[in-house]
């Protein structure tokens, strides 16, 4: 080598990739200098570990502060990947030159900035591509980059792309196109600028030389080459280093995602399709055939009808549209155009799986176990791996059974994490029904949680002990009651009994002393979460019990008076507490309790000075307990919707009643008709004045029941009231014939042969049912005599048309 070889490379550029390995493989340099933080280079050996598997990432972090970090992530069709393996594989030297992670992680400086941000990518390609008369950038890199064999033939310079590459980025950054353009570094907000890292790697390379002589390859960003090639005083790039802020960092692995290599997840040198441009390096010949192969499994495995005759369609007019396009090779937009008319059957939504799962891509890199990590993340991936956890980058649903040893500790597991601030998991409402033992989850491992992880290291180096720490602090600053009772559930349902003595503390002295019921109410429903909970899971909530029991009761004195005085947006919040308290009294098991709360609602129900939102729903509360007759009710519906009672407010009383937490409002209207015909004769009587005051009422009200509920409220009150709801109120009375008449059918059914002697009956039995067949009779002619009157009056008003 006569000097340095200086290979420009697009980052994650599965073509640069093949011309870097090809250049390589031709020069054979003893030193590979590699973009990006020189902290690495004590790890760099870890790339060539067998359990090592991309992409992967550098992560950098600030010893002092965890969430200032940064990360250089690496594909096996990264250039600097490709070079990396190449030289430990070589025995050649491998050694980071970008800017010190020290020094672009370091505190803020006195002017408010954290450095220089990176200029905007990709203006150099943009450039190049109007150049070249191309619009897409992209689709002209393809091209030009991409679509090249790239490893070089014997007759072949595997040098010439480079030169040319450079070359153009000298063109670039010496005329106007080159002002504002510039190549991303690392996945940072707090990256230097060009200038100062150029400066940096020029004087990495002067060492270099100094040990090596000519004898080494530069793997960098296009952009950075000719700032590499040209002559620069090594004392004035000095300069320019000096007085820059440092801090103390720590490095490591971690794993990465395609995904979050695309462009679309904000990171700056992101590519628009990571799994498009993997397919291409990785398949060594025939990529379309084989593209579109993968494509058709895809498809089929989600049930669509592909065959190989569809495969060899798409793949010919793949080749037809690019050669009308006048393009080298079907490129992604090409496959694309062609999976969609010949697989997808011009539909777009089986084509956005493919670009979801194959274009895009989910796949999670492995970093080894005897990579340097922080003890948390040690004791982390021991959990994953005893408890069969695996972390993985598409979301995947897993549902638990706490009765089970295992699902209880993965359980534990994922609370403690949510705890720590690492979102591994999200909870799911169970498919198994409202029962305690199942619990469902949704598992999605992003790159960022590793963030998260370094940063809950402050807290301890396990899982638990930090959980624990973390709980404990949170307690001690909490500043609401409803804060501690939720850090109480949380507690439990993590298994933390080493922080339940100092939470329940917190939370008993919080409790005592906090006197707002809106407060109190709000708490109560997960201190009563957790005594479930604590059932399941074997934990003693004994102290847990009798700080809920104390709460409900306070809740109980406090409740009526707070109910007084309140504006609309007040009482539908407190209509809401009163669900939440109602739920919550329903799962206390100490007598007496359930009892004191119906005595509340009555109360709430009758005082007719309250709200009529929370007055409706406490009449409907203990309507469903069966704590009040249906009467009963009626004639507090009447009273509060009679003509004296202000249209909004009983409106407000129908829109607690019927509306509030549960939608079951609407089926109760419809299966009682005397509450229905309530409502409908206060609703016809009101005002023309008053009725756009009510209407939102009654809108927001009834737009929540199902289109079929409001079908049928509908058809009930189109063929008019019933002859019980004419009367105000009830169903039906008892038919004794009517009833008779099921008999044989539930005794066929229930293997009963013999059948009851009529004349077994009693002389006083026959007697009364003759006297009751009578009255009957008397009064079913009173009702076709009042029908017809009925009728009649409806011909006249309705002018002589039938009802």
Request: charged share 25%.
């Amino acid at each position: 080598m006569n000097a340095p070889a200086l290979l420009g490379v697009r980052h994650h550029g599965p073509g640069s990739a093949r011309a870097v390995r090809a250049a390589l493989e031709r020069q054979r340099p003893r030193a590979v200098l590699i973009e990006g933080p020189p902290e690495a280079d004590g790890i760099v050996h870890f790339a060539a570990d067998e359990d090592m598997r991309p992409p992967v990432a550098l992560l950098a972090h600030a010893a002092d502060d965890p969430g200032r970090a940064a990360f250089w992530p690496l594909a096996s069709f990264s250039p600097e990947w490709v070079a990396i393996r190449w030289a430990l594989a070589h025995g050649a030297e491998v050694r980071f030159i970008d800017l010190p992670a020290a020094h672009t992680l370091a505190p803020r400086g006195t002017d408010g900035t954290e450095g220089t941000a990176p200029p905007t990518y990709p203006g150099p390609l943009a450039a190049l591509a109007e150049a070249a008369g191309h619009d897409d950038p992209e689709r002209w890199w393809e091209d030009a980059v991409e679509h090249r064999g790239g490893d070089g033939g014997a007759d072949d310079d595997p040098l010439g792309p480079f030169r040319a590459v450079a070359e153009a980025m000298t063109a670039l950054r010496t005329g106007p196109a080159g002002e504002g353009a510039g190549d991303s570094g690392p996945v940072s907000g707090a990256a230097a600028g060009d200038a100062v890292r150029e400066a940096h790697m020029r004087l990495r390379l002067h060492d270099a030389r100094r040990e090596f002589g000519d004898a080494v390859a530069v793997v960098c960003g296009a952009w950075h080459v000719p700032a590499l090639a040209a002559r620069h005083p090594v004392t004035a790039d000095r300069r320019t280093l000096k007085g820059l802020p440092k801090t103390k960092v720590e490095i490591g692995w971690v794993p990465w995602t395609l995904r979050r290599l695309a462009r679309s997840s904000g990171y700056g040198a992101g590519i628009t399709s990571p799994g498009w441009y993997r397919h291409l390096f990785e398949a060594q010949d025939r990529p379309v055939e084989r593209w579109m192969t993968t494509v058709a499994r895809l498809l089929r495995d989600e049930g669509r009808p592909v065959s190989s005759a569809h495969v060899i369609e798409a793949v010919r007019l793949a080749g037809t549209l690019a050669a009308l396009r006048g393009r080298p090779l079907p490129g992604l937009t090409e496959t694309t155009d062609a999976v969609r008319a010949v697989m997808c059957d011009g539909s777009d939504v089986p084509l956005a799986l493919v670009g979801d799962r194959l274009v895009i891509g989910d796949e999670l890199g492995e970093v080894p176990g005897t990579a340097p990590v922080t003890p948390l993340q040690r004791d982390l991936t021991r959990l994953q791996r005893t408890l069969r956890l695996k972390p993985e980058a598409g979301a995947r649903e897993r549902e638990f059974d706490l009765r089970k040893d295992t699902d209880a500790a993965r359980s534990r597991l994922l609370h403690r994490l949510r705890i720590l601030g690492v979102d591994w998991g999200e909870p799911l409402p169970s498919r198994g029904g409202l029962g305690t033992f199942r619990e469902a989850w949704r598992l999605s491992w992003e790159p960022e949680l590793a963030v998260r992880l370094a940063e809950a290291g402050v807290w301890g180096t396990t899982v638990e002990a930090a959980a624990t720490a973390r709980a404990e602090a949170s307690a001690r600053g909490a500043d609401s009651l409803v804060e501690i009772t939720t850090l109480a559930e949380r507690c439990l349902l993590a298994g933390l009994a080493d922080a339940l003595p100092l939470v329940m503390r917190a939370l008993a002295d919080r409790a005592a002393l906090d006197t707002d019921v809106g407060h109190l109410a709000e708490a109560l429903p997960a201190l009563v979460r957790s005594l479930r909970y604590g059932d399941v899971r074997r934990t003693d909530t004994g102290a847990l019990d009798d700080v809920a029991v104390g709460l409900a009761d306070r809740i109980f004195v406090g409740l009526p008076a707070a109910c007084a005085g309140l504006d609309r947006d007040a009482a539908r919040e407190m209509r809401d507490h009163v669900d939440a308290v109602h739920r919550a009294v329903a799962l206390l098991e100490r007598p007496g309790v359930r009892d004191r709360w119906t005595t509340v609602l009555t109360v709430l129900g009758e005082r007719e000075r309250l709200p009529g939102d929370i007055r409706g729903r406490a009449v409907r509360l203990l309507l469903d307990e069966g704590h009040l007759s249906g009467d009963r009710a009626a004639r507090l519906m009447g009273l509060a919707l009679a003509p004296a009672v202000a249209p909004p407010e009983a409106a407000a009383w129908i829109e607690g009643f019927t509306g509030g937490a549960d939608p079951g409002g609407g089926l109760l209207l419809i299966h009682d008709e005397g509450l229905l015909a309530l409502i409908d004769t206060w609703l016809t009587g009101v005002p023309a004045e008053a009725f756009t005051d009510v209407l939102p009422l009654l809108r927001r009200t009834f737009s929540a029941y199902d289109p079929g509920v409001r079908r049928a409220i509908g058809e009930r009150i189109r063929s008019g009231p019933s002859a019980a709801a004419s009367k105000g109120r009830g169903a039906p009375e008892w038919d004794p014939e009517r009833a008779a008449a099921v008999l044989p059918t539930m005794r066929l059914l229930l293997g009963l042969d013999e059948e009851p002697d009529p004349g077994g009956l009693g002389k006083e039995e026959l007697s009364n049912k003759e006297e009751l067949s009578n009255k009957e009779k008397e009064e079913l002619s009173n009702k076709e005599e009042a029908d017809g009157k009925e009728e009649a009056a409806h011909a006249v008003l309705t002018g002589g048309g039938a009802r």
